[in-house]
């Protein structure tokens, strides 16, 4: 398989996983993981566009600063739902922004370093939405177990 098609593929892949993992948020999960799956979506959606609509230096830019704004929503997020995988997502968020500012400060072309990092790094970020997902749901059942077995004081 050539480089290209490698990359394709990884994109296509990558895609196919933040559909799949956003979707089993948005119907597991609880307000955070919600509100998670909708910044993460929005901002892949809207840096995807940009990479195709908007000049390569402005998208340089305005990547940038997305990159920063989806770690403030997770660090705001985090501060309000005090939940784990927010944390874990902050702080890859925060290497996402440290890389797009590395290689925007010294004006270096993406390079296979960058895009192995980039993926690897987005990967990580769908895991922790996942893992929230997944500790949501389990106490949402626990919780609906215990009222369904609490048994009913006699009258």
Same mark, same amino acid.
Not at 3 to 30: C, D, K, N, Q, S
Not at 32 to 56: H, K, M, N, Y
């Given at each position: ?37 909708? %910044?993460?979506?929005? +901002?892949?959606?809207?840096?995807? @566009? $940009? ?8 998208? *340089?830019? /305005? ?49 296979? %370093?960058?895009?192995? +990092?980039?993926?690897?790094?987005? @990967? $990580? ?8 997902? *997944?500790? /949501? ?19």
């Amino acid at each position: 398989m050539s480089t290209e098609t490698t990359y394709i593929v990884i994109w296509v892949l990558l895609w196919a996983l933040l559909v799949v993992v956003t979707a089993f948020a948005f119907t597991r999960g609880g307000a955070p993981e919600r509100l998670g799956a909708v %910044l993460i979506l929005a +901002i892949t959606i809207a840096s995807s @566009l $940009g990479d195709v609509f908007l000049p390569d230096q402005i998208f *340089l830019v /305005a990547r940038l600063i997305a990159e920063g704004a989806l770690a403030l929503g997770f660090l705001l997020m985090a501060i309000r739902y005090t939940s784990l995988w927010l944390g874990g997502a902050m702080l890859l968020q925060a290497i996402q922004f440290s890389l797009q500012a590395y290689y925007f400060v010294l004006g270096r072309a993406h390079d296979a %370093l960058y895009v192995t +990092i980039n993926n690897i790094d987005f @990967l $990580g970020i769908l895991a922790c939405l996942t893992a929230g997902t *997944l500790a /949501a749901s389990r106490r949402r059942r626990r919780a609906e177990a215990e009222v369904t077995s609490t048994p009913t004081a006699a009258v």
